[in-house]
């Protein structure tokens, strides 16, 4: 029976199979929110609830309607936090890591697999790739877990080790959740310069991609770094000097975000949130304060998202950086965009491009079907717009609206987190499975512009 269901399950396209494998662990993530054992009773969850709360943390988004301090037991936060480490390294990379330790042999359509889940080109060295996964975000999580701990310990008592290495997961897998409750909130944590540092080293780490961050420790030297990395890491130094700008002079006078700081931790949340706001999603003050120009360019910031084959969402960093680049060579009237002296190869181009308009596209159709599902508009137009971003972008930051979504659009919202998680690469590469044609047709050219 069971030879006959894989050989089944064989027969489907890898991108159908790799959706299928996210839809199966969201709903079994919704299903053991559901159990009593994971709730306290404070607040009724609804199977649809549970399914909303599972879906945004396996997508790593971290949109909630519920304080998990109060409203889950340990059982239940245990369990977020099962499904925000699958969720941060991917359903292929977990099969994979479970094969590989029962010593069974992983078979080509599963190194496929694991290749098409990360959008690479080759399925040669997945193996290596995802044995180098499981030690870099062990490594990571155990030593930021381990310093938070020892903070947490000091304020908390023994609970506060339990803290230190949840959260520890939670920045990593860029999910963006606490479990400090309402009425402490994480944001007062995080505004330590401790805890920020860790936090915000932990964000970075998962959301830089364990492709680079594989190159940076194999090699030492920046002539050494292959261009992906190298372009990885440009990326990462122009966007978060450009949010902390950003932050620093757009909000430095708010009194309801940064303006009753200090200028050193005016500098130091503009640093936390410039890397939040594409990554994790953690906040040390209420988002929906902030002025407008901020609001946008955080929207911004988080479409753009992360590194690929990381923890975090968003169309990533070499998506813009090539259009970008693309624009420039295309203004100076040069055919190649060069990058270290490399030329860069125009499929790459057309990918980058192609992603653009896909999540431009769903983004704004997430938005269009939220304002059209909840006809009583009691939201105002920035704020369902900066929620569908949010969604899509698998961000997280929240202008308070979740709990007020009517079930169309809660369903919209996880449609949106899902296709954020699953990639839109991903997502195209499922509906494109008929062989190319071979026929070529006229030239012709349309006016543009």
């Known amino acids: 029976m069971m030879r006959k269901l894989f050989n089944a399950l064989s027969q489907l396209h890898r991108g159908v199979l790799i959706c299928g494998g996210f839809a199966a662990f969201m709903l079994f993530g919704a299903l053991l929110l559901m159990l009593p054992i994971s709730q306290t009773g404070t607040k009724e969850v609804s199977f649809l609830d549970a399914l909303f709360m599972s879906v945004s943390i396996v997508s790593v988004t971290g949109m909630s309607m519920f304080d998990l301090k109060t ?3 340990i059982f239940g936060q245990l369990v977020v936090l099962f499904l925000m480490q699958v969720g941060g390294l991917g359903i292929m990379t977990m099969m994979a890591m479970v094969g590989i330790s029962r010593g069974r042999k992983i078979r080509l359509q599963e190194r496929l ?36 701990a020892a903070y947490f ?31 402490v909130g994480f944001a007062g944590m995080a505004a330590n310069p401790l805890v920020s540092t860790v936090v915000c080293i932990s964000m970075f780490l998962g959301g830089v991609g364990f492709i680079a961050l594989d190159d940076l420790l194999r090699h030492h030297s920046w002539s050494a770094l292959t261009l992906n990395s190298k372009f990885i890491l440009v990326m990462e130094m122009i966007l978060i000097p450009l949010g902390v700008i950003v932050y620093f002079l757009l909000e430095g006078n708010n009194p309801a975000t940064l303006g009753h700081l200090s200028t050193a931790e005016k500098w130091q949340s503009a640093f936390f949130m410039s890397i939040s706001s594409r990554m994790a999603g953690f906040t040390l003050f209420d988002i929906h304060a902030m002025n407008n120009a901020t609001g946008l360019i955080i929207m911004l910031f988080m479409f753009i998202g992360a590194a ?28 190649d965009v060069v990058i270290f002296h490399k030329r860069v190869d125009p499929e790459c181009l057309v990918k ?26 009691h939201f105002d137009f920035e704020d369902a717009l900066f929620e569908a971003v949010s969604a899509f972008s698998t961000v997280g930051f929240s202008m ?10 809660k369903i919209v919202i996880m449609i949106a987190m899902f296709i954020g998680r699953i990639g839109v690469m991903t997502l195209a590469v499922t509906f494109a499975g008929r062989p190319k044609s071979q026929i070529k047709y006229p030239k012709e050219n349309i006016v543009i512009g």
Not at 118 to 146: D, H, W, Y
Not at 157 to 180: E, K, L, P
Not at 400 to 409: A, I, Y
Request: contains cysteine; charged residues 10%.
């Open 352 to 377: 980058a491009s192609n992603v653009f308009t896909l999540a431009t596209v769903l983004t704004f159709l997430t938005a269009m079907m939220v304002f059209l599902l909840e006809p009583a508009s």
């Open 400 to 409: 308070g609206l979740t709990t007020e979504w009517n079930v169309p659009c």
């Open 113 to 148: 697999l694991i290749r098409d889940s990360f959008n690479l080109q080759t399925p040669s060295g997945m193996v290596m790739l995802v044995r180098k996964i499981i030690l870099m975000t062990l490594s990571i999580e155990f030593c930021a877990g381990s310093i938070l």
């Open 308 to 335: 690929p084959v990381s923890t975090a969402g968003g169309i990533r960093t070499t998506t813009i950086g090539l259009l970008l680049l693309s624009l420039w060579s295309w203004i100076r009237g040069r055919k």
């Open 71 to 73: 409203d889950f037991t």
């Open 153 to 183: 310990f000091t304020q908390n008592g023994w609970i506060g080790i339990y803290q230190g290495y949840w959260h520890a997961v939670s920045a990593f897998t860029n999910c963006g959740m606490d479990i400090m409750g309402n009425d």
